[in-house]
């Protein structure tokens, strides 16, 4: 009888052995999901690229909106008839408060000149 009980409690060891720590194991397939679930978002993420390239290509063979809406934001281009105005943002409306500045030292109003516009 002890024998029997020896024998099953190497077995239950070995098999919990295998089911925590071994190859197949409950961590392992854990790591697998996660990564499976992981690959399946960057193949969404890209299948949507793939559209949006997909449709862009389809407006660039048949119309020339598309054409002409790349040449004037890659390529700075301006059609006929048409006036370009280029704005530099800095990222603040008035950086340190320079032009409040600028006008409370101006005499004549009239001959002010801001920092950034004119000579």
Do not use: H
């Not at 993420?45 to 790349?70: H, P, S």
């Not at 409306?93 to 600028?102: F, L, M, N, S, W």
């Amino acid at each position: 009888m002890r024998v029997l009980i020896v024998i099953f409690s190497v077995m239950l060891v070995t098999l919990q052995y295998r089911l925590w720590i071994g190859s197949g194991s409950f961590p392992a397939a854990w790591k697998l999901d996660a990564a499976v679930a992981a690959q399946l978002k960057e193949n969404q993420r890209l299948e949507t690229r793939n559209l949006a390239l997909e449709a862009e290509v389809r407006d660039l063979k048949t119309g020339d909106a598309a054409i002409e809406e790349r040449a004037r934001s890659e390529l700075g281009m301006v059609g006929q008839d048409e006036t370009f105005f280029q704005i530099i943002d800095n990222g603040r409306a008035d950086p340190g408060g320079q032009y409040k500045r600028a006008a409370w030292r101006c005499k004549d109003k009239d001959k002010c000149i801001l920092p950034g516009f004119g000579p």
